[in-house]
């Protein structure tokens, strides 16, 4: 089938979405998830087939894989968009003219909803699941290295849409090619808004090359400023968390910044570090602090390449500074406006760093691995935005909506 004749397909579908109940739609889900379960050897078998083209060693592996504890988390996580309440058609404000117009803003979905990911299957159920509860269709472009597995399961999810007698089309599954890539980003009329989950370079080309409305859920290079008043044993914990719990992440840390009057207690956050084998690359000062007791073959010295890196893997760069304001530029430089955090026990100072912090979420005495729709009580979420219009930080149902003024009248008509 030609692709346009997809995409008129998918438009047609998020027209009569406007019409299902909202119970229909939590039903749906909820199916969806049961059938995530019941069908998991087949999904992971089709999943295997793309990990066996992998290397092992390529820091996507991790994204790509799919496991049945993780095909559980993400029926949970289906289950809880079905239980949150629908965004569409809320009144976000009412007015009442001196003339008698009663105008209202209300919530509407934004029709169709193109997502352009990579080597991340889970995105699938995730974004139909935010999508179907938001009223809209969903035209995926997963990339070529998950194919097997996307087609799985959006195979599963068309099997329950028909089910309960909805249009399959509700959620499309391009073909991986470039010329499909081309056709999406240009599909004035029929997609409604891009939204690329993955790569800086894929989000750079989506765009450059857009000619419909796109929204970057960025690239994570995540930063961790230890500071001059942080508690050692906080800290210790806090920088294992957000490095080593899940590195293929973009909430996953990749630089830790360390006040100088603190680099006695470097040696103990790295110990806890080595017990994951976290290659450093370290600049100058903390280099010598680590040299004599951190392994040889997993301490470097760090270059300008080390900084603004995001490793996607078990490295990280430290960054030694000699003050607050040091700390900040730092930041500022390098930050990709994903998530901060600062280790601190000064009040002032942790004001003073979410003032002046630019990014999407900003933490104090925790772990940037919460950056994350589910975590934040969303449900889940269909990406993560880094940039300030429309939706910042992780975008869920609410995002996924747009607003139309309803204008009630009584028959007046306005003066010449």
């Not at 939590?26 to 059938?35: H, K």
């Not at 249009?167 to 890539?181: I, K, M, Q, S, Y």
């Not at 056709?183 to 370079?201: C, F, K, T």
Request: charged share 25%; proline share 3%; hydrophobic share 40%.
């Amino acid at each position: 089938m030609k692709i346009q004749q997809q995409l008129q397909k998918a438009f047609n579908a998020s027209r009569k979405l406007n019409l299902v109940d909202d119970n229909l739609v939590n039903q749906v889900l909820l199916e969806i998830a049961e059938q995530a379960r019941e069908n998991t050897d087949y999904i992971l078998a089709e999943n295997r087939k793309d990990l066996d083209r992998m290397a092992f060693d390529d820091p996507r592996y991790d994204r790509l894989q799919l496991t049945a504890e993780r095909i559980e988390g993400i029926a949970s996580d289906t289950e809880n968009v079905a239980k949150l309440d629908s965004p569409v058609g809320r009144i976000l404000s009412k007015t009442v003219r001196p003339n008698g117009l009663e105008i209202s803003k209300v919530s509407v979905p934004f029709g169709v909803i193109g997502i352009i990911y990579e080597a991340r299957p889970n995105v699938t159920f995730d974004v139909f699941a935010l999508c179907l509860k938001s009223g809209n269709a969903c035209v995926l472009k997963g990339g070529s290295d998950a194919i097997d597995s996307n087609r799985a399961i959006v195979a599963v999810i068309k099997n329950v849409l028909k089910r309960f007698d909805l249009d399959e089309n509700t959620v499309t599954l391009l073909p991986a090619g470039r010329e499909e890539t081309a056709e999406m980003l240009n599909a004035r009329g029929y997609i409604d808004l891009i939204i690329p989950r993955g790569s800086q370079g894929l989000i750079n080309f989506v765009r450059k090359n857009a000619s419909i409305p796109v929204i970057e859920t960025g690239a994570g290079i995540c930063h961790t400023y230890f500071d001059e008043f942080g508690d050692a044993e906080k800290g210790r914990e806090i920088i294992f968390n957000a490095k080593t719990r899940r590195v293929s992440v973009c909430n996953a840390l990749d630089c830790l910044i360390i006040h100088e009057r603190r680099l006695p207690d470097l040696s103990n956050f790295a110990n806890k570090l080595q017990e994951e084998k976290v290659v450093i690359y370290a600049d100058e000062k903390a280099y010598a602090q680590l040299k004599e007791n951190y392994p040889a073959n997993l301490l470097f010295k760090a270059t300008n390449e080390s900084f603004g890196t995001e490793f996607l893997s078990l490295k990280m760069a430290i960054k030694t500074v000699a003050s607050f304001d040091e700390a900040l530029e730092h930041i500022n430089k390098y930050s990709s406006k994903h998530s901060e955090a600062i280790i601190s026990e000064d009040a002032g100072r942790i004001a003073m760093f979410r003032k002046l912090v630019d990014a999407s979420s900003v933490y104090s005495n925790t772990s940037t691995a919460y950056t994350d729709g589910a975590q934040f009580g969303l449900g889940a979420e269909i990406g993560i935005s880094t940039q300030k219009l429309h939706a910042r930080g992780p975008m869920a149902l609410e995002e996924l909506t747009s607003y139309k003024w309803i204008i009630e009248g009584n028959g007046q008509v306005r003066p010449k």
